[in-house]
């Protein structure tokens, strides 16, 4: 059972972040967004995704280097899962404590 001093705290960050997410949403100019889009240059637009795809594995691998000698044995893809919907999760909460939980879950 959770304490109600770590529960309130939860709570408080799950409505902070609900309230900075909706900050965000309303300010952004979504009309700017596609002639952006469409001036980019896919060549670059292409490095950065695999870029992005090749840091995402080899932090997966140092993840899976650093549970290993503490026991935990997980397979890699499932590994790699967790991390996407961690990063997931942690492009929208404050902080990293919401990202570590759904980690160590």
């Known amino acids: 059972a959770s304490s ?19 900050l965000v949403l309303a300010l952004v100019d979504w009309r700017a967004i596609p002639p952006v889009l469409a001036g980019a240059d896919p060549r670059w637009l292409a490095l950065a995704m695999v870029l992005a ?4 594995l080899a932090l997966n691998r140092r ?18 899962r967790i991390q996407l919907a961690a990063n997931c999760l942690g492009a929208f ?3 990293s404590v919401g990202v570590d939980a ?4």
Request: proline content about 6%; glycine content about 10%; overall charge positive.
């Open 4 to 22: 109600p001093v770590i529960l309130r705290g939860t709570v408080l960050r799950v409505l902070a972040t609900a309230a900075l997410l909706g």
């Open 102 to 105: 759904l980690r160590v879950a």
């Open 63 to 80: 993840y899976q280097l650093l549970l290993a000698p503490r026991g935990v044995r997980i397979g890699y893809w499932r590994l790699f």
């Open 53 to 56: 795809v090749l840091d995402r």
């Open 93 to 95: 909460l404050p902080g």
